[in-house]
């Protein structure tokens, strides 16, 4: 199975960008979906941005315009670069993979997904 390892988190004041990063043990180009999740404090984990093994990407309508999801797949890392950072992005931010393909609509629920990094904490202040 996979293991995913991210890392890139940290504090930042609000308007600021992080680069997230996940390192993966295999090569995860084709076979597998990858996802951005976050967990805040008392919240359900939720989607930010995914890839489809077909390459097609989706994100939450916050994200939208304002955080990338990239792989490089010589690297076996994906990333997610945050510009424009508020406090609402404040959380603990995992890596994800699904093994099985994804439609559109499945690529941002976290039920879907099989392997799970362990997490990397970003703080935006204000």
């Known amino acids: 199975q996979v293991q995913l390892v991210e890392s890139g988190g940290g504090s930042v004041q609000a308007g600021g960008s992080l680069r997230l990063s996940c390192a993966a043990s295999?090569?995860?180009?084709?076979?597998?979906?990858m996802g951005w999740f976050r967990q805040a404090p008392g919240k359900e984990r939720e989607g930010v941005a995914a890839i489809g093994r077909d390459g097609s990407t989706r994100y939450a309508d916050s994200q939208k315009g304002r955080f990338t999801i990239s792989q490089d797949n010589a690297k076996k890392t994906l990333y997610l670069q945050m510009n424009s950072l508020k406090p609402e992005d404040s959380a603990v931010y995992y890596c994800?993979?699904?093994?099985?393909?994804?439609?559109?609509?499945?690529?941002?629920?976290?039920?879907?997904?099989?392997?799970w990094g362990q997490g990397t904490q970003v703080t935006v202040s204000s």
């Open positions: 994800a993979a699904a093994r099985s393909g994804l439609g559109w609509w499945s690529l941002l629920l976290p039920g879907m997904y099989n392997y």
């Open positions: 295999e090569y995860t180009y084709k076979t597998y979906c």
